[in-house]
């Protein structure tokens, strides 16, 4: 079973209401450890500098600095044991397509409903027993 309070979870949005939605949305599931970053460097900062409790991200699709995709491929390398889903507006297929080829572990389409963040909470809390 999941500990979600030995969790952190990286919230990687340029929109400041769409990231404090989405911390709001995961507390009301259990989780209570967010970082907050403003953009993919920030996001890629975060990853560099968190401990081993980081094991679950959601990246935006279109930030500034670096793209949520890119966020995406650039830190599995370094971590590897973090699930990442990426986030966007736009659904369109090739964005859905690249995420999962670049190893995300979900991709949901904003705005955010607890149904569409507790089908992707689902699938992490199966795979990281």
């Keep these: 079973m999941v500990d979600k309070n030995r969790i ?13 939605l989405l911390a709001a949305v995961l507390k ?15 996001a890629m900062e975060s990853l560099r500098t968190a401990d081993q409790s980081l094991r679950l991200a959601f990246l935006d699709i279109d930030m500034p600095a670096f793209s949520g995709l890119e966020v995406l491929q650039l830190a599995r390398e370094t971590w590897p044991d973090c699930a990442y889903v990426i986030v966007s507006a736009h659904s ?38």
């Excluded at 952190?8 to 404090?20: F, Y």
């Design 8 to 20: 952190t979870v990286l919230i990687a949005d340029d929109e400041a209401p769409m990231r404090n």
């Design 28 to 42: 009301n599931f259990g989780y209570s450890n967010f970082i907050h970053a403003a953009n993919g460097q920030q």
């Design 92 to 129: 369109a297929i090739d964005n859905v397509i690249s995420a999962m080829n670049r190893g995300a572990a979900g991709f949901v389409v904003k705005p955010y409903t607890p149904k569409k963040i507790a089908d992707v909470l689902a699938k992490f809390e199966r795979e990281a027993r």
